[in-house]
């Protein structure tokens, strides 16, 4: 029994690993639910097939539509949403018959319905519940007289969503964090379990390990932003949501810089951050292990250790050898009963000292574990530094008021008047293909500027889209087949095909158009207007659209990719500095910040660039010299990032810790760092540079005061030393890509000595 619960429980923690807070689970689920609720209600009102498509349409739409956080604000927007699409069936309906006033009116539809996403997630909501329900009265031939029953249908199908929502599968800020929390453990778990495989490993088997090191380290990090986004209103307050997000940061951090260390004490030289953030990198591996048999075993013992402390990371999971192995792990951090070794071996059992630490903090936070009875003098005094970081945090945080642009500048007014022209030209075309199914070319219009902010964007998703539908027009033909005349069998399999849409959503757009165009063969057999030839058309159709959103996206008001990236770009080298001039200004004796926040903002901004440097390194993307300096540039950020974060993580136990104090010599190399930053940030914003790289001596040399104190162990400068000295490197290695000179003199050979 206890082996099937242990099993149960393995698996469920591979699922939730794999599905952050569960939300793609959620998501299809409550979108199914909603349908299933309105098909059985609208049957048992008698209507007709064709009423029960259009019930499980805007079933659907109405509940995918509201994406708002707060029950309360989901509420509200579900509520207007019925009136809004009401408006929209009946002008569908009214406007039937009169072609040019038609297509005029769902042009305008289109743009208000893009122009109100700069109202936020209720705009957005209300925007796509009218022009998806317009769209629904196409599909159905909604006509005047039917309109009394279609208000029933769809009333009865808001009614439904709502039910599905608030009743059948609910959903509140707090219960979407503590899974989200879950999946973040479950993700640690499974990163801790590849940095034992990597300690294990052969050299041959290193680069395969090194691509699971990766995606879990990745991975891990997707589920911190995730916490990030969702802590304001999933906790009770805001020094609660600081509290969360600081030790959520710090056990990701201890975790990603364990497997740097543990990747350098086996490599056979000195491997660098980037190892593990580009693809496709590889570590030198030396024949035989660099690590001693009695050092790798005890390593081994370690890390299975951690891995327990991390499994074990419930409410519910207690047992009194977990404080005996945490206390023994936290012990490293003051080099208690640490393991012989190799200095680099050492730094290994360090780390995971800072990593036991990290996790016990999490704990704390989250349910408050009591178990100090066991606690050993380094464990209490662990404790008393997190207790005084939680009594500075005071939970207030000012928000820096941004221009916002205006006019054709502003974003969503562009987006507007692109797709308006887009879909204009979308039902010219579709017109001459089809005078009945014109409209599929609009919806692949309008869908592939969603959630899009350049030219490249829209190629990729209208590649991606014509990709899933004419899989999906296969598709449909084997299941139109299939289901024949069988009415519920036909809903069975579309309830199937939505929840498979909204689970692949966030994962793969190709294949949650795949989906979709699946599911319309089924609706077509519903409504017997299924052949072969309209599931051509389909694609015909798509291809259409996806022509017609580019072509807008390249001649009317255009954002070259190319514009958008260097706007990600300066925003991230803006956030960079940001943080690291204030963790030298508080590592170095200043003023107490709130560096969390500001870490918060770099990795959003990072985020952010990754998306946007995505046309640029798919596969479709023709110049692979370009492909492969973009993907080297972000894995740069990112090493940069990592380094920032760590540097911050360290300055906040500078206020609290009776250990760490500050070091006044640190501005020095937080100078030069911060300089090299604001010289690549202005070549990236085409401004005249006031001078040019600087380089040479190393961070340690810049630190020496004469007495060679600067590696002292458990100094400020001894625990910095490497995340400057690696980010003064990132910096430098940035300037080459982006094309920025470099000072013309010659770098100094200057050694730095390993400090992990």
Known sequence: MAVARRTAKSVWDRFSASDPGLLRLMAGLRTVGAILLALAVLALVGTSVTHLVAGAMTAMVATFAIQEKEVRGQAITLALGLPVALAAISLGALLNSRVIAGDIFFVMLIFGAVYSRRFGDRGTALGLIGFQVYFVSLFVSASVPALPELFLTLTIAFACSAVARFALVPETPERTLARLREAFRARLAQLVAHQIELLDADAGDVDAVLVDLRRSTARLHEAALMIQGRLAEGTRDASAASLLQRRVADAEIAAERLGVLLLNARSAERVETLTLLLPNASAAMPARARIAQDAGSALRRDLRALLLLVVRLVPDDRGTALPYVRNRLLGYREEQGLPQGSPAVQDCFRAVGEAARAILGLRLAVDAAQDEEYDTPEAARSREEFEA????????AAAAAEEEPTGLRRPTTRAAVQVSVGSALAIVGGEFLSTQRWYWAVLTCWVVFLNTASTGEILVKGYRRLVGTVLGVVA????????????????????????GMFFTAPLSYALMSFFVTAMLGLLYTLLNTYSLDVLVLRVEETALGAACGIIAAVLVLPVRTSHRTDEELGTVLARLRDVVSAAVAQLSGGPAVDLVDLARDLDTALD???????????????????????RYVVALLETCAYHARSLAATAELVPSSKSVAADARLALAGRRITHNIDLIAAHVRDEEPDGEIESGASIASMLDSGRHEVLRTGSVAFRVLRHLQRLDEGIVGLARPLGVPLAAREEKAAGTQSVG
Do not use: M
């Open 476 to 499: 449909g033909v084997a299941l139109a087949g299939a289901v024949g005349n069988h009415t519920w069998i036909a809903f069975a399999l579309v309830l199937l095909c939505v929840f």
């Open 389 to 396: 970081e939680e009594i500075s945090i005071s939970g207030e």
């Open 608 to 630: 952010d660039l990754r998306s946007s440097t995505k046309p640029l390194t798919h596969p479709i993307a023709p110049l692979r010299a370009r492909r492969q300096n973009a």
